[in-house]
Nanobody, 115 residues
Framework: QVQLVESGGGLVQPGGSLRLSCVASRSVALYVMAWYRQAPGRQRELVARIIVGDRTNYADSVKGRFTISRDNNGNTVYLEMNSLEPEDTAVYFC??????????WGQGTQVTVSS
């Protein structure tokens, strides 16, 4: 079992920045780590993903604005979010995936972009 705890969400004005953190209860260095988000009335969508070797990919809507990274200990993943837009408002979830039987989610952190 892996417990994931997200933090760093909040209220920010358009154009602002936030940094989300996801701390795992044990090393997830071999896991695919990802951030998803879900806005009211919409399906959960992939925002960014980082795999072994630190290769990353991003949703088109956040490319050039968001950066996913992980620390050297292998148990914390970050999402740096810049130039935030109202459309980025959502609950952001951290995901750790190794196999279908080892697929874990955090409880989510709210990000609200509004003036």
């Amino acid at each position: 079992q892996v417990q994931l705890v997200e933090s760093g969400g909040g209220l920010v004005q358009p154009g602002g920045s936030l940094r989300l953190s996801c701390v795992a209860s044990r090393s997830v260095a071999l896991y695919v780590m990802a951030w998803y988000r879900q806005a009211p009335g919409r399906q959960r969508e992939l925002v960014a993903r980082i795999i072994v070797g630190d290769r990353t990919n991003y949703a088109d809507s956040v490319k050039g604005r968001f950066t996913i990274s992980r620390d050297n200990n292998g148990n914390t993943v970050y999402l740096e979010m810049n130039s935030l837009e109202p459309e980025d408002t959502a609950v952001y979830f951290c995901n750790a995936y190794l196999t279908p039987a080892n697929d874990y989610w955090g409880q989510g952190t709210q990000v609200t972009v509004s003036s």
